[in-house]
């Protein structure tokens, strides 16, 4: 049993150990996008690179790496390659690119597996081999699906100012492309990201109603699709821009100042959510605490096991049911 019990901290330091690795390299992957930003603004001290650091060395072969692999990435993989384009927003990252991280993502799980598997003195078997490679593979679509979803709040809440932005652009006589760019490059953050992917589209001649389409899409936001609709009736029908963008200023900002009203008159409401959320598992750490062997016929025989999956479904719905009752659509 304390054999066992070893062997199960031993893996969990070591993903533990993998997560804090791959939190650095996110970390750093951001802090060097944002080095490049301001790089042509800093006098280098050391051009020739000599005072880099074993870490920093080791990122940049890496990415090196990766890179080197988007010609074949995109050839073995033409379809998956196209689902990751809407999780691109920088011009030196590829949709390539993640699925090469996903792949040594995965094998890196093979080899932890095999070093806890070693450890226990057993062969790992084909099953374990399938849900490590698995697990691997789909454990970054996990960490991109939470940042689209942090980026799309992002995006939700500078909207505003980019319709601001574009209508002083209109009001000042300037082009539906020009209004993009200056929007592009005033933007700060995630939105000003995408209106620049929107003007280099817009570069290369497409249309103003199948980029802000593509926007849309991508940003899968009401407002964005109001954007593009409004852009799209304007470029087929004409008609007064600088008054659909007035309308469209008014809208959205009569919108963020009636959700913000609602986020201060449920802030109580949600707290109380947080709480009773946190009482059934507060509950279950407090009785552990007095009776460690309470919670055993749980995971000593199958009907335990019943049990408990059911009670985690409770769970889950009771949480469920909490936030659909505190929630407000508007």
């Known amino acids: 049993m304390e054999k066992s019990l070893i062997i199960i901290l031993i893996q969990i330091l070591i993903v533990f150990l993998l997560l804090i690795i791959l939190t650095l390299f996110i970390r750093l992957n951001n802090a060097i996008k944002l080095e490049k930003r301001i790089s042509k603004y800093s006098i280098k001290s050391d051009p020739l690179g000599r005072g880099i650091s074993i870490f920093d060395l080791v990122y940049k072969k890496y990415f090196r790496f990766v890179r080197k692999q988007r010609k074949k990435i995109k050839k073995l993989f033409p379809t998956l390659v196209k689902r990751y384009d809407k999780y691109v927003l920088y011009e030196d990252v590829k949709a390539a690119d993640y699925i090469t991280h996903k792949l040594v993502i995965s094998f890196i799980l093979i080899i932890l597996t095999i070093i806890a598997m070693a450890i226990r003195g057993r062969l790992i078997t084909f099953i374990q081999l399938f849900v490590s490679f698995t697990v691997g593979f789909y454990l970054l679509d996990v960490w991109l699906i939470i940042e689209k979803k942090i980026n799309r709040k992002k995006v939700e809440e500078d909207m505003l100012k980019a319709i601001i932005v574009m209508n002083n652009a209109f009001k000042s006589g ?5 209004a993009v760019e200056i929007a592009s490059n005033k933007l700060p953050g995630v939105i000003g990201l995408e209106f620049k992917k929107i003007f280099e589209e817009m570069k290369y001649g497409m249309s103003v109603e199948t980029v ?119």
């Open 212 to 330: 802000f389409s593509r926007f849309a899409k991508r940003i899968n936001l009401e407002e964005a699709e109001y954007l593009s609709s409004s852009l799209a009736i304007l470029n087929r029908t004409g008609g007064n821009i600088i008054a659909v963008f007035n309308s469209i200023e008014k809208t959205l900002f009569d919108k963020k100042k009636l959700k913000e009203e609602l986020k201060n008159s449920t802030t109580v409401s949600k707290l109380v959510v947080k709480i009773l959320m946190f009482v059934p598992v507060i509950f279950i750490l407090i009785i552990y605490l007095f009776d460690p062997s309470y919670f055993k016929p749980f995971f000593s025989s199958a009907l335990g096991y019943i049990l408990l999956a059911i009670i985690l479904i409770m769970f889950v719905l009771y949480a469920y049911l909490l936030n659909r009752i505190v929630k407000v659509n508007y």
């Open 174 to 178: 300037k082009s539906t492309i020009q």
